[in-house]
Structure formats: C-alpha cells, structure tokens
C-alpha cells in the first residue's frame, strides 16, 4: 500500500498571501495524483488531477507540480473561501486508493 | 448537472447492518466505475470499496473485506454498498464518488452529500 504524507498538517496564511501545501508518497506514483478541497460540513471536490491539470471550473490561483514522489499544491493570493482541508490522494496503484491525512488551511 | 444523492445512512448497534444507497443523474452511469468513500468524523478520506461499470468487478479495502458489498442497479442508476457486523470503527459519513474518467486509475470526481452511519449501543 502506498503511503501518502501531507506537511505541513495545519498552515497558517493571511488573506492574498500564497500557500504552499506539500505530499509525498512512500513510493512513485507517476503523475497519477490528485489534491482535494473540503469545506466543512460539506463533501470533498476534485481540484488537481494528473499532478498539475485543474479541474473544471477551478480558479488558476490553483495550481499543482510534481511527479514520482513529490508534489505541491500551490495557491496563490488566498481568497476568503479558500481557507479549509487539503488532501491529496494517489490513483496508480490500487487497490487501495489512499489519501493524505490532510493539511488544515486557516486564516492567520 | 451530475448529481449523486446517498440514503441509508443511520444508527445502529454494533454488530448490525444498514443498506446504503447512491442515486446517480446526469450522466451514462453504466459507463462509469464508482466508489464508497468514507471519513469517521474529525478524520481523513479512506476509500472503502469500488466497481466496475459492468459491475463484474470489485475491490475492497481490508478493514471492510467480508463485512460489506458494493453493488449497481445500472437499469436504476442506482449504487449500494451492504455493511454488516457494524463495529465502532466504521461510524463515517460515507460518499459514494464516480471515478472522473469512467475506469479504476483516475481521482474521484463528483462526490455525493454523504450518509452518516453511526454504530452504538
């Protein structure tokens, strides 16, 4: 089973400033890496798959790089409604499909 | 607009069983693989189970494997996920996700609402 390890757990930004959010996976896993975005009370949404394509309808202050091993999620100029639960999730090798523990965005 | 929509969710003792259920609308929901995902609350993501569009095949993660079964109703649009011998540990609000791009190697894209189960006595 691959591992997947998100750092750092909680980051603390402030409003239009970038976040820079890390995962790394025991093992590679090619491109094949997606990162989520969760609210909370609400479900995750895809926002990055293929380790830097966006998904449709997200805003380009979001963008993701790396290949192998590791990968960032990078958003630039933080919104208000950016703030939430970051997870990455690898899909080459499974089962399982498995997920970071998570990064905690919140408002300095 | 694709939509997933759970039920089923609920209370019950350890030891018993629910049915859950995924509606799904808006797309070819036969061509599509899905999954259960689940997240005991306060936690992370951990994928549960998955099935092919066909419904011949399926996977499970190990912490389920024996005690639930993923199975599709294409001519209902309609996804489940059987668990049984509730244990403590699988309280989660679960969601039931299609697999973006129709096949197993791809991210989870739409999810459902979720569905809460809760075991207790």
């Known amino acids: 089973e691959i591992v997947m390890t998100q750092s750092p757990a909680t980051l603390s930004v402030s409003p239009g400033e970038r976040a820079t959010l890390s995962c790394r996976a025991s093992?590679?896993?090619?491109?094949?890496l997606a990162w989520y975005q969760q609210k909370p009370g609400q479900a995750p949404r895809l926002l990055i798959y293929g380790a830097s394509t966006r998904a449709t309808g997200i805003p380009a202050r979001f963008s993701g790089s790396g290949s192998g091993t590791e990968f960032t999620l990078t958003i630039s100029s933080l919104q208000s409604e950016d703030f939430a639960v970051y997870y990455c999730q690898q899909y080459n090798d499974w089962p399982p499909s498995t997920f970071g523990q998570g990064t905690r965005l919140e408002i300095k | 607009e694709v939509q997933l929509l759970e039920s089923g969710g609920g209370l019950v003792q350890p030891g018993g069983s629910l049915r859950l259920s995924c509606a799904a609308s808006?797309?070819?929901?036969?061509?599509?693989?899905m999954s259960w995902v689940r997240q005991a609350p306060g936690k992370g993501l951990e994928w549960v189970s998955s099935?092919?569009?066909?419904?011949?095949?399926?996977y499970y993660a190990d912490s389920v494997k024996g005690r639930f079964t993923i199975s599709r109703d294409n001519s209902k649009n309609t996804l489940s996920l059987q668990v049984n011998s509730l244990r403590a540990e699988d309280t989660a609000v679960y969601y039931c996700?299609?697999?973006?791009?129709?096949?197993?190697?791809?991210?989870?894209?739409?999810w459902g609402q979720g569905t809460l189960v809760t075991v207790s006595s």
């Open positions: 099935i092919s569009g066909s419904g011949s095949t399926t």
């Open positions: 996700a299609r697999l973006s791009f129709g096949s197993y190697f791809n991210p989870f894209d739409p």
């Open positions: 808006g797309f070819t929901f036969s061509t599509y693989a």
């Open positions: 093992q590679s896993v090619s491109s094949n």
